[in-house]
C-alpha cells in the first residue's frame, strides 16, 4: 500500500529485530498478545525513572505527577472510543475482568431465575464462562446464537432467540478464532429496539478498527491494552454512565470509597467506585502511549494496511493444496486459522518455529468453536500493522516445505 | 530447510505418524483408558488385554500431532509382552528421558523409543510425547476414566 509507512513503524518496535532461532522473527501470532513500540516502552522507563508514585492519594509532587499522567491516559481512551465522560473509562486488568465486572455487578443486580443471556457460537471462553458462571448463581439460562460454516452470525437465528425473557446480549465484535466481524450495529440495534443492553467484546477489535461506542450505541465495550500494543495488566471497561451509576461496585478497597466507618462505606464517584485499590499506574500510562502512538498513524490506515495484508494471505494460501481456512466471513479481520491435510496444528508450529515464525496452534480459547468445525485445534497467523508481504510469502514457503516434509 | 528440528521429527516418526502400529478398536479389552491433552486437543484412547500380569495386546484409536501420534504407537509395539512391572519401569525411564532433568540418561537402555529424546529440547512439546504413557501408567492402575494431562 502506498503511504503505508510501514517501514518507519517496523523500526519503531525493537523486538522486530530480534533473530529467532538465526532466522529473522516472523511474528504472527498478534490476536494473542501484539508486541510494543519503543514509545510505550519509553513511556514507562520514563515513569519509573522521574515521575512514579502512588496516585489519587498523596499532596506531593510526584503524586500529582503520576495522578495527572494516569489521568491523561484516561482522557486519551476516552477520545479513542469516543466515550461521552472519563466517567465511562473504567481500568481494570483486561477484557477478562471487565466481563466479570458486568456478569457480578449488572448481572447479579439485574438478572432473575428464568431470565436469559444471548451469546454466539463463536465466543472466546471469557465471554462465556462469566455468564455460565452468572446463570449458575442467578438461575438464568445462557442462549447461543449459533453461525453458518463460513463463521457468520446466523443473524435471524440470533434475532429469533430474543423475547421478553431476554436481559442482556453479550457479543465478539471481532472472533480471535475466526476473523469474523460480527454486524454489532445491527445487533445492537435489533437489541435496543426490546429494551435489551449489549456488550460488546472488543479484545481483537480494537487494535485493528476505528470504534466509536456512541456511534455503536452499546452500552459496554470491553477490551484490553496488551492487544493494543500497551503492556499486559490494563483493560477497559466502558460502560454508559447511566448503567455505570445504578451498578453496585464490584470490588471493595481503596480508591473506591468516599467514606469509611465501622458502620458503613459510602462509595466514590465513577469511574474510581469500580478502581478498588493501586491499580497499575505504569500499564495505564503506558496504554495512554499507545494510543498517541496509533493516532500519529491512524486507525483507518491501519485498518486499510491490514485488509490488504489479509486479502494478500488468503489468496496465496488458496494455492496450497491441503490447507483449508477455518473462519471465511465476508467481513473479516485480520486473522488467517487453517488446518492442514494430515499435519497437526502443533507440528505445524513447531515446525514453523524453526523457521523463525510465531504462529498459535491450539484451540484459541474457543473450544466450543472447534466443535463446531470438528477440528482438535487450528493454526492461526494473526497480523498486526507491522507486518509486511514479504513475511506473508515467509509463511507461505514455511507451510509448502513442511508440508513436502511430511509428505 | 528443516535441519534444526531433525533431533526432534526422525523417520520413525513420521513413519508412525503415517502409519501408526496398532490403531484398531480392540474387542473385550480388559482395559480402556481415555488419554486428553486440554491443551491442543489431542485424544487417545488406549486398550489393553492382560494375562495375568502380562500386557498380550495394546492398540488405541484418536487423533493428535506428529509425536503424539508415533509415542502411542510405539508404545503399543513395546509394552506387548512385557508384565505390568516392567511397563511401569520403561514409563519412569521415559519420563526421565523427556523431562531431561538427568543429563546422563543412558538412551541406549530405553531402545526404539529413544527416537523421542528430541522433545527435551522442546518444553511445549512434552506432553504431547508422555500423553500416551501417562494413560497407560492410568490403565494398568485400573483407573477405568479419562485422564488429562493438565
Known sequence: MTNFPIEKIRADFPILAEKIRNKPLVYLDNAATCQKPQAVIDSIVHLYSHVYANVHRGVHT???????????????VKDFINAASEKEIIFVRGATEAINLVAQTYGKTNIKPGDEIIITAMEH?????????????????????????LGELLFDQFEKLINDKTRL?????????????NPVKKIIATAHAQGIPVLLDGAQAIPHMTVDVQDLD????????????????????????????????????????????????????LPYKFEAGTPDIAGVIGLGA?????????????????AELLADATEKTHKIK??????????KGAILSFVLDKIHPHDIGTMLDSLGIAIRAGHHCAMPVMDFYKVPATARASFAMYNTKEEIDVLMNGIESLIEVFG | MFDDLRDLYQEVIFDHNRNPRNFRVMENAHRQVEGFNPLCGDRLTLYLKLDGDVITDASFQGSGCAISTASVS?????????????AEELFKKFHEMTTGKDENFNLEAIGKL??????????????CATLSWHTLDAALKNEQKSISTE
Open chain 1, 290 to 306: 499507545a494510543i498517541d502512538y496509533l493516532n500519529g498513524i491512524g486507525m483507518d490506515k491501519i485498518a486499510a494496511y491490514e
Open chain 2, 114 to 127: 529413544a527416537v523421542l529424546a528430541g522433545v527435551r529440547e522442546y518444553p511445549a512439546r512434552v506432553k
Open chain 1, 218 to 269: 452499546c452500552d459496554f465495550y470491553v477490551f484490553s491494552g496488551h492487544k493494543l500494543y500497551a503492556p499486559t495488566g490494563t483493560g477497559v471497561l466502558y460502560g454508559k454512565q447511566a448503567l455505570l451509576e445504578a451498578m453496585p461496585p464490584y470490588q471493595g478497597g481503596g480508591d473506591m470509597i468516599r467514606k469509611v466507618t465501622f458502620e458503613e462505606t459510602e462509595y466514590n464517584v
Open chain 1, 169 to 181: 446480549v453479550s457479543v465478539v465484535h471481532m472472533s480471535n478464532a475466526l476473523g469474523t466481524i
Open chain 1, 125 to 149: 471462553h471469557s465471554n462465556i464462562v462469566p455468564w455460565q458462571m452468572l446463570c449458575e448463581q442467578t438461575g438464568a439460562v445462557l442462549q447461543v446464537a449459533p453461525m453458518n460454516l
Open chain 1, 62 to 76: 510526584l503524586s500529582v505527577r503520576s495522578t495527572g499522567l494516569f489521568e491523561g491516559a484516561r482522557t486519551k
Open chain 1, 322 to 331: 491441503g490447507l483449508l481456512i477455518i473462519g471465511e466471513a465476508e467481513h
Open chain 2, 74 to 86: 510405539l508404545m503399543t509395539e513395546i509394552v506387548k509382552g512385557k508384565t505390568e512391572q516392567e
